[in-house]
């Protein structure tokens, strides 16, 4: 699906950037970028595990395109605060710019709340058995990856009997796309915004 010329083009020719309390007492309905909601053109290719992006699309598919897209806004209208819940994790990420939030904000915010934050040893009793044998596989992988990625340096340690939360997505460690699920939104979080959005992942 093309994009209109210039609408998501970066920049700050935009209108106000709107708060928390603006968007509750407008009950703004935001447009998500289309690139995040994987209906553009320009396929986002971003690795949960090492937090490298990247793209292509159907005429391209035979190599990576640069994510040129990154400062472009996540929503219109601008918001400086994006609530960000997977049907897979127990987690919520709050991804926040005064500015507005920008994909790249996105990506990276997401990112490191899955690779800097540890489960915890509650969180991983909690799964069955057989899911646990699967996070302990997976995150002997990620450490691999990450050891390789272009952001080793950066990369935290991980300690033998602790898990990051990446790590809970099993083999599914790459970004799908955002939608807006407000029934799913009330079960998890007991309320509905127009900035709450489910992301899913894929392997």
């Avoid at 289309?34 to 290719?45: E, K, R, T, W, Y």
């Avoid at 044998?133 to 997976?138: A, L, M, N």
């Amino acid at each position: 699906m093309a994009d209109p010329v210039g609408k998501w083009a970066a920049g700050a020719s935009y209108g106000p950037v709107l708060t928390q309390t603006d968007l509750y007492l407008l009950n703004t309905d935001l447009q998500l970028n289309p690139i995040l909601a994987g209906q553009s053109d320009f396929h986002l290719v971003f690795n949960l595990v090492t937090g490298q992006t990247g793209g292509f699309n159907a005429e391209s598919r035979d190599r990576d395109l640069p994510f040129t897209a990154k400062d472009e806004p996540a929503t219109l209208p601008r918001v400086q605060e994006l609530i960000i819940i997977t049907e897979l994790t127990p987690w919520c990420t709050i991804v926040k710019n005064e500015n507005g939030v920008t994909i790249s904000d996105v990506c990276t915010k997401v990112w490191k709340d899955y690779t800097e934050n540890y489960v915890t040893d509650a969180e991983f009793n909690a799964l069955p058995p057989r899911l646990q044998e699967q996070v302990k596989r997976i995150a002997l992988h990620n450490q691999q990856v990450g050891a390789q990625g272009w952001n080793a340096y950066y990369a935290p340690a991980v300690h033998p009997g602790r898990y990051r939360r990446v790590d809970w997505f099993r083999e599914r460690s790459f970004f799908e796309g955002l939608k807006r699920e407000d029934a799913y939104a009330v079960a998890k979080l007991g309320f509905r915004a127009p900035n709450i959005f489910v992301m899913s992942v894929v392997a």
